[in-house]
């Protein structure tokens, strides 16, 4: 069994900045798929970014240039650094695992507003 921890949010104003962290149990991280989704009130969960076993990234064209993913094998932590945040970024952001099984964190509240 695998669990992730999600930390790092919080409320920002428009165009500030934020660092969310998911840390994994588990001896095989380095192996897993590692993504950040967000789910907003009454829309759908949504991919926002994903990160190979071999560092390769994905976006959502949303937030490109904007935020970035990155991953600590050693720490067993994946991150999302979060750049100009605009008030369409709020949402909760869930950490998701995925290597054969898939897991999910309990998601941590991103709030942008002045």
């Known amino acids: 069994q695998v669990q992730l921890v999600e930390s790092g949010g919080g409320l920002v104003q428009p165009g500030g900045s934020l660092r969310l962290s998911c840390a994994a149990s588990g001896s095989i991280f380095s192996s897993y798929v590692m993504a950040w989704y967000r789910q907003a009130p009454g829309k759908q969960r949504e991919l926002v970014a994903l990160?190979?076993?071999?560092?390769?990234?994905k976006y959502v064209d949303s937030v490109k240039g904007r935020f970035t993913i990155s991953r600590d094998n050693a720490k067993n932590t994946v991150y999302l650094q979060m750049n100009s945040l605009k008030p369409e970024d709020t949402a909760v952001y869930y950490c998701?695992?995925?290597?054969?099984?898939?897991?999910w964190g309990q998601g941590t509240q991103v709030t942008v507003s002045s």
């Open positions: 990160i190979t076993s071999t560092g390769t990234t």
């Open positions: 998701n695992g995925k290597y054969y099984f898939e897991y």
